[in-house]
């Protein structure tokens, strides 16, 4: 007789209404188990449902049934790794640890809901491990007696090893009642360079408060650094960031001389910051699974390809693949014309240069933060019957669905698959996470009745595959349906997905800025990246961009050429 394998039973608690009207608790009656006279779901004191694991056979009539998409069932042939923390039953679990290399850079990769904060939080010592949920930190210390994993967690538990954050949510900071002279002052020895290394003279007398999201992250950034600490925990520190100051916050982090754990979705940014990667894989909010330690460009590569060669596990049944031929040619087809135009803005000026969108095509906007390209995006939707998605996103009173509806939004099929958005129709927009609002508000501007559509940072708050879909989305749906696309976005591989020409911006920031004419993807390219100062080149496995290592041969080689990207 076959093995039963393993079954992983989750409840999501805030999206399950148990006993309510809507619900009735429907999972219960129509489970087979139960109907034969087994408590494979059952009513738990709080009057909703548990699933017991050892009993469910994993029909999946409950997941099917449920109003509210609650519940996940996934049937796996056995456990896939050690179980190493729980945070309860019906609830997500991690298998697997890693303990961080000294002095190195270690880079954690993976999909939200994933594991990555629960493993920050085991790091931390704000978690302690217990396994498949019922040992004791007594049980754990047993179970792993001798071993690296334990002496680590020892010294983080008895705070021997002083741990400092640059955390992913800056929301807390944003609340603080300090300016941020007043919150450096409150770091012992706190080093006033690293005003200076994160361009923070000029706010450093302006509340917390009414910071721009990108002065909070730099504010963050020197703030994690400038504590006194054994190892750093950096949680997505390139959003708000613009190339330049992603590019520069890799330069400080590469000077620090202690252990540094980076959680990042660009992995661009991340394949030139870490040493090492460790995977993150399984089910997203139900379970995950940590990898061995790769080399990091060896990580990144299987983490394209859904398939880790040392286990010999494929954790995606299909590879992420990237075009890597000559963007699409458009020349013949009709096209959108849009006039040169000049704003003013108290101290800041943009001039744009006229230009013109062949139908079906999209074009990325380049450039530093502050420097227009915002309100070239207003300026372009204002008469022009262009649908924006913009940079800060509204949260209506009302639930996902009816937002829709509003707004006269007839959801595909593709769309909603593509976006995940199921799981979200019956929420309310207020209770959404910054990746689930974009999702939606992407949505909306992709199905949108317009001459051409606008997406303002559409990769901010998406996990690296969730960008990766949404890049291959919008070129596919800006193909097939001929309304063309703008794109602004900082992720790289993002805009090298998705893009066939580029508008790039010189200038001042908060002072002036120009935006061309589109230009060629190799010519923006060159223009863009020339006024940085790197080069990138491609993996010859995935075709993935790279960036070059300034003062590399082969740097130094691109840059003679005047080529500073290469399109095949």
């Known amino acids: 007789m076959p093995e039963k394998g393993v079954r992983i039973a989750v409840i999501d608690v805030n999206t399950c209404v148990g006993p309510t009207l809507k619900c009735g608790l429907v ?46 069932v996934i049937k796996l042939p056995k456990e896939p790794g050690d179980p190493f923390f729980r945070y309860g039953v019906n609830s997500f679990r991690l298998y697997d640890f890693t303990v961080p290399k000294e002095k190195a850079i270690t880079g954690i990769i993976g999909r939200n809901g994933i594991g990555k904060s629960t493993l920050l939080g085991l790091l931390q010592g704000k978690l302690t491990p217990n396994l498949d949920g019922n040992a004791s930190w007594e049980d754990f210390e047993s179970q792993h007696s001798g071993t690296e994993v334990l002496d680590f967690l020892r010294k983080v538990r008895e705070k021997r090893l002083k741990v400092s954050v640059k ?56 703030y994690a650094l400038g504590r006194e600490h054994d190892l750093l925990f950096v949680d997505e520190f390139t959003s708000f960031l613009d190339l330049k100051q992603r590019l520069n916050a ?81 020349t013949g087809r009709d096209k959108i014309s849009y006039s040169g135009f000049e704003v003013n803005h108290e101290d800041f000026n943009l001039k744009a240069e006229a230009g013109f969108l062949y139908f079906g095509e999209v074009i990325g906007i380049l450039g ?61 927009m207020a209770e959404l996470s910054g990746g689930e609002l974009q999702r939606v508000w992407i949505a909306k501007t992709l ?8 997406f303002d940072e559409p990769s901010s708050f998406l996990d690296v595959e969730q960008r990766l879909e949404t890049a291959n989305l919008i070129k596919r749906i800006s193909k097939s349906t001929g309304v063309p696309s703008f794109v602004i976005d900082h992720d790289f591989l993002f805009i090298d997905m998705c893009c066939d020409r580029l508008v790039v911006f010189q200038g001042t920031p908060a002072k002036n800025g120009l935006a061309s004419t589109p230009l060629s993807m190799k010519d923006g390219m060159n223009e863009f990246l020339k006024n940085i100062g790197i080069t990138f080149r491609r993996d ?22 005047n080529e500073y990207y290469y399109v095949d």
């Open 27 to 72: 999972c219960v009656p129509i489970c087979p188990e139960v109907r034969m006279g087994s408590e494979a779901i059952f009513i738990k004191d709080n009057g909703y449902a548990g699933i017991n694991e050892d009993l469910c056979t994993g029909c999946g009539l409950c997941v099917k049934k449920c109003p509210t998409q609650a519940i996940k």
């Open 167 to 222: 955390p992913q949510d800056l929301e807390a900071i944003s609340k603080l009642t300090y300016s941020v002279r007043e919150l450096f002052s409150t770091i012992p020895g706190f080093s006033d360079s690293l005003v200076n290394d994160f361009d923070l003279t000029e706010v450093l007398d302006r509340k917390l408060k009414v910071l721009s999201g990108g002065e909070l992250q730099r504010v963050a950034l020197a």
């Open 250 to 330: 890799i330069t400080k982090l590469n000077a620090h001389d202690n252990s540094i754990v980076v959680v990042e979705h660009d992995l661009t940014i991340l394949d030139y910051l870490a040493e090492q990667i460790v995977l993150l894989w399984g089910e997203p909010g139900a379970f995950g699974v940590l990898s061995k330690i790769k080399q990091v460009r060896n990580g990144i590569n299987q983490y394209f390809q859904g398939y880790l060669k040392e286990e010999n596990i494929r954790f995606r049944p299909y590879e992420i693949k990237i075009n890597i031929t000559n963007p699409g040619v458009f």
């Open 368 to 428: 530093e933060n502050g420097i227009g390209k915002t309100t070239f995006a207003k300026k372009l939707s204002e008469n022009n019957d262009f649908a924006l998605k913009p940079q800060v996103l509204e949260r209506t009173d009302s639930t996902v669905q009816d937002f829709f509806l509003n707004n006269k939004i007839n959801l595909t099929m593709e769309v909603t698959e593509k976006l995940e958005l199921a799981r979200l129709l019956e929420k309310n």
């Open 447 to 454: 199905l949108q009745e317009c001459k051409a559509r606008i």
């Open 540 to 561: 010859k496995d995935t075709g993935r961009p790279r960036v070059n290592k300034i003062g590399s041969q082969m740097d130094s080689e691109q840059k003679q050429k």
